[in-house]
């Protein structure tokens, strides 16, 4: 039995074939292909963040904000509950990204913007005085640091 003989490199049979340095082209074009689109999705989250936070410093109270609140506290009673959460924004939007809140200081109202102070201030003449109280609290804490802020009324 005769052993097949191993084809010589440049070989016809062999012709054509992939060089590594192609390979590696198409690897490093995929990649800036991926970092381009990482790239693009970024800026997009960026752009909406952007959106939101100033549809959050342009929003203002609601017209119908007593009715609102009055419905909400009442059926809140009527479940037996004694407080309710009006608000919900990113700590990003405060001054200190919600460090004060998060470390309960009394000046957390100090770090407020937009519509979250619009909505402190509306409490402060209208509800305080009527007895109802205001806390601040962070909700979640995405990757260790504080994300959400609560707004809950209480009474």
């Not at 016809?12 to 590594?20: M, N, T």
């Not at 970024?42 to 936070?53: L, N, P």
């Not at 100033?54 to 004694?82: D, M, N, S, Y």
């Amino acid at each position: 039995m005769t052993q097949p003989v191993p084809e010589e490199p440049g070989s016809p049979q062999f012709e054509g074939l992939i060089r590594p340095e192609e390979l590696r082209k198409i690897t490093e074009d995929k990649e800036m292909a991926e970092l381009r689109q990482a790239l693009e999705h970024q800026k997009k989250i960026e752009s909406e963040q952007k959106d939101v936070y100033q549809a959050f410093l342009t929003q203002h109270i609601h017209p119908e904000a007593k009715a609102r609140v009055t419905a909400a506290v009442r059926r809140a009673a009527e479940r037996g509950e004694k407080e309710i959460q009006v608000l919900s924004f990113s700590s990003e939007f405060c001054t200190d990204s919600g460090r004060a809140i998060n470390n309960f200081e009394p000046d957390w109202p100090e770090t407020l913007t937009g519509f979250a102070r619009e909505a402190y201030d509306a409490w402060d003449r209208n509800l305080r005085p009527l007895g109802y109280k205001l806390r601040a609290q962070i909700l979640n804490y995405p990757n260790g640091m504080p994300g959400d802020v609560g707004m809950i009324l209480y009474w």
